[in-house]
């Protein structure tokens, strides 16, 4: 591991990711590089493993967040499911007795049926 970094292209490198997205991480002040001059970037690779464990740890909070809001999401439709399978279920005990009952009155001879 060389122990200065003295381009962009070289700090992209040892961050995994593109040109761009490290020197808009310098613009927005998440990475710390040096600038002797205008034209020269430097970087020390220990401070960029701090910058890659700090960004690992937003990672990690970010995704729990996102966790977080799923489950409390799933546990909404599960209530809202429960009662519905509730409704559900007393509307076929109720149709069950509506069958049953018909049934029966197929059943049942009628008037015109004992003449016969």
């Known amino acids: 591991m060389p122990s200065v970094l003295s381009s962009w292209k070289e700090i992209a490198q040892f961050m995994g990711t593109s040109v761009r997205t490290v020197q808009r991480w310098e613009q927005e002040g998440k990475l710390r590089v040096y600038r002797p001059s205008p034209y020269v970037v430097l970087a020390f690779p220990l401070e960029l493993q701090h910058r890659s464990i700090i960004r690992l740890d937003t990672d990690q909070v970010r995704r729990m967040r996102t966790t977080r809001q799923t489950l409390a999401c799933n546990r909404e439709r599960m209530h809202r499911n429960m009662k519905r399978l509730s409704t559900l279920r ?19 001879p009628t008037r015109s049926d004992r003449h016969i």
């Open 90 to 108: 007393t509307h076929v005990v109720s149709w069950r007795e509506r069958l049953q009952s018909l049934r029966a009155r197929l059943n049942t």
